[in-house]
C-alpha cells in the first residue's frame, strides 16, 4: 500500500465492463514527509475520494480488485481509504 494526494480524475470514453460506476483518479504517491515521490499513478475509486485527498492506495491487483467489488477483474491499483 502507498499514500497517496487525489491530483485530479480521469475521464474515459471507453472503460473495461468492471469499470463501469466507478471513477478513475490521478494519484501523486507521497513521501512520509508528504513530498511527492514518482510519477502519477492512477487508481479505480473505492471510498468516493475527491480532488486533494490525501488517500490509501492497494497497489496489488487481488486486494485492490476486493476492495472495489469487483473479482477478477483487470484492476492493479484502488483507492482503499481517505487519510484525516
Known amino acids: 500500500m502507498i ?5 485530479g480524475d ?3 470514453t471507453q472503460k473495461s465492463p468492471s469499470h463501469e460506476g466507478r471513477k478513475i ?4 504517491p507521497l513521501n512520509l514527509d508528504g513530498t511527492d515521490r514518482g510519477d ?7 471510498v468516493d ?6 488517500v490509501l492506495v ?3 491487483g487481488f486486494s485492490a480488485m476486493t476492495a ?3 473479482p ?3 484492476i492493479d491499483m484502488a483507492v482503499v481509504g481517505v487519510i484525516d
Open 40 to 46: 502519477i499513478i492512477l487508481a479505480l475509486d473505492a
Open 49 to 54: 475520494a475527491g480532488v486533494g485527498d490525501k
Open 58 to 60: 492497494a497497489q496489488e
Open 3 to 7: 499514500i497517496g494526494r487525489i491530483v
Open 10 to 12: 480521469v475521464v474515459a
Open 72 to 74: 477478477n477483474s483487470p
Open 25 to 28: 483518479l490521478a494519484v501523486q
Open 68 to 70: 472495489v467489488g469487483r
